[in-house]
């Protein structure tokens, strides 16, 4: 019986929930108790089925015998599974049981000199209280009972939840913090702390976060959605889900991301965001923490939405001035015309000649026409950087 239990176990921490869920119900054929119960009702919440959770924790909930007793986390459980199905009295109800025992377990206990070591598993079910209030959508309660037990909780992933109610709160200092602690153990952590930083300078607008983690199975799949089949689609729908979005930014914020996938981000984040997506273009125009590539790329994206006009005057900050870009609507040409032909080896010539600058602004030239060969501007960019004048280059 341990070794099938060790497999369902195995198979949670894996989120494989269905498969864990087969091996639960075949086993509590043959054997039956409130442990046994927490875990299928478990399996079958993580599923979206609140009221087969509750179904099966009845037994325990309501005291059926000595086996069907119930801990913490059974009630912890049960009130999140209330708190989906819009029951909310029902729920805090659940949840204030489970901290009661909690609290009178943790006394017994101690009063009994158990050693703190063997108290690890009863003080996991701190993390059960957190996602119950957490199901509630309650933040303040979820800071309260990180707090009231701070020095009980086991667990990193309970300081990520207190991150994400002071986040949700708008105390983004204090959620900085709390995920700069948890980049120790998740790196992502540390990506999380910058986007609260940057909301609290204003740089990127305010939003609530869900508190599901999401693993890095579920980040890679949809990040691997974004440039799918029926991408357009997925993307709008998918920013909906905020922790996606928050994956988003981190990625934006990652100097590993490579700058045309930046690009590529910020200007569908923007175009697809509806009007938090339209909060953060006019906020990347503004800000100084971004470079005048990604301030291009969210201008291209309110463009998109309709809020500017092509060839419309875009104010923005570039290099700590107020400007206005107008972006033109252009042609991209795979194939070089006659006449782009003759422009890039009069440039070409120019250059070995030894007339580099003359070569430069004929490149320019070529690159402000209505119809755009992209290695114009490669060549361009090389011709520039040859006269160190990078931050041209880069533009």
Not at 161 to 167: E, I, K, R, T
Not at 274 to 282: Q, S, T, Y
Request: net charge negative; hydrophobic share 40%.
């Amino acid at each position: 019986m341990i070794v099938i239990q060790e497999k369902a176990t195995e198979l949670m921490e894996q989120s494989r929930f269905e498969e864990a869920e087969m091996v639960l119900a075949e086993l509590l054929n043959e054997f039956d108790g409130h442990i046994l119960r927490n875990n299928l009702a478990l399996t079958v919440l993580e599923q979206g089925e609140p009221e087969r959770c509750l179904d099966i924790l009845a037994p325990c909930l309501e005291g059926q015998g000595e086996e069907m007793d119930s801990n913490p986390f059974t009630w912890a459980l049960a009130s999140r599974a209330l708190a989906l199905l819009e029951r909310k009295k029902e729920a805090y109800q659940c949840l204030q049981q489970a901290e009661t025992l909690f609290k009178d377990g943790l006394d017994d206990f101690r009063a009994r000199k158990i050693a703190e070591k063997k108290l690890i598993h009863w003080k996991e079910y701190v993390m059960a209280m957190l996602k119950a209030a957490a199901e509630l959508d309650d933040h303040s309660l979820v800071l309260e009972l990180f707090q009231r037990w701070k020095t009980e909780y086991t667990s990193w992933q309970s300081k990520y939840l207190a991150a994400a109610a002071c986040f949700n709160l708008k105390q983004y200092s204090k959620a900085a913090s709390l995920w700069a602690d948890v980049g120790r153990k998740w790196k992502m952590g540390y990506q999380y702390q910058r986007v609260a930083v940057l909301i609290e300078q204003g740089a990127i607008p305010p939003f609530e976060l869900s508190y599901k983690m999401k693993t890095f199975s579920d980040f890679d799949h949809q990040i691997k959605k974004i440039d799918g089949e029926g991408e357009e689609a997925y993307f709008t729908e998918a920013l909906q889900d905020t922790a996606f979005r928050m994956t988003l930014l981190t990625m934006l914020l990652d100097s590993e991301t490579a700058e045309d996938h930046r690009e590529s981000l910020v200007r569908k984040i923007v175009s697809r965001g509806d009007k938090w997506g339209e909060a953060l273009g006019k906020s990347l125009l503004q800000s100084t923490a971004f470079s005048t590539l990604i301030k291009v790329a969210a201008a291209q994206g309110l463009i998109d939405q309709g809020v500017f006009k092509p060839d419309e005057p875009i104010p923005m900050i570039i290099d700590g001035e107020k400007k206005e870009l107008v972006i033109k609507a252009i042609t991209i040409a795979d194939n070089p015309s006659e006449k782009t032909r003759e422009v890039m080896q009069k440039a070409k010539d120019l250059k070995e000649q030894g007339n580099l600058e003359e070569a430069i602004e004929v490149l320019k030239d070529a690159c402000h026409q209505d119809i755009f060969y992209p290695p114009t501007a490669i060549n361009l960019s090389n011709y520039l950087r040859l006269v160190d004048r990078l931050d041209e280059a880069e533009t």
